[in-house]
């Protein structure tokens, strides 16, 4: 495997770009995304992309206050927004003074489709900071997880949802039967057990 890169945003868009040019009708998205975290040093996207979620996270420093925010930001579907604001936001909290002398911590994240998601109140910045960190942190690991979807055909597909709305989602396993998937999610729990430890030392 490749010396590991760290997981920044910048190379998220470039393995992105990357992966589009060499998809092919014999090589889908998901794998040329994967192909593209190796060359990276990552097993593959899904743990690229969950060590990129986790580093933004814990960059607590740069948790602004009270930030100038593009027009319309809480007002705007997810897929609508441009690549710059979607580099520069996502997975990025942020604090926001209230009228009552509280401070909300928010971050454009996917919990909500069109507008920044509530993460918690709390009677300081600092405080408020703490939260913004905790709580985004156990929103990226839960939606790294995956779910399972029933195909048209009856049978099911695991899948990690797509991290930002302009990826794709990462098909881990394929037409499975449904007395399958249990031992399916067991074997990717203990896969991913590794590269999660991994992911959250970067």
């Not at 905790?134 to 055909?153: A, L």
């Amino acid at each position: 495997m490749h010396r590991r890169l760290p997981p920044t945003n910048t190379l998220l868009t470039r393995a992105k770009r990357q992966a589009k040019k060499s998809t092919t009708p014999d090589k889908p998205y998901t794998l040329a995304l994967d192909e593209q975290a190796q060359l990276a040093g990552y097993p593959d996207w899904r743990t690229l992309a969950l060590s990129n979620g986790l580093r933004n996270a814990q960059e607590g420093d740069e948790i602004p206050l009270d930030p100038v925010l593009p027009p319309n930001f809480d007002n705007t579907p997810n897929e609508d927004r441009s690549e710059k604001e979607l580099d520069k936001w996502w997975d990025k909290p942020f604090i926001v003074s209230r009228g009552d002398g509280t401070f909300e911590a928010r971050a454009l994240n996917g919990g909500a489709w069109d507008r920044s998601s509530h993460l918690g109140i709390a009677d300081s910045v600092d405080a408020a900071r703490e939260l913004a960190k905790k709580k985004q942190e156990e929103w990226i690991k839960i939606t790294s997880e995956p779910i399972t979807c029933m195909r048209s055909d009856g049978l099911i597909d695991l899948v990690i949802m797509a991290r930002r709305p302009d990826l794709g989602n990462t098909v881990l396993a394929s037409a499975l039967r449904r007395e399958d998937v249990e031992g399916a999610l067991a074997k990717l729990k203990v896969s991913a057990g590794g590269d999660g430890r991994a992911a959250a030392g970067d």
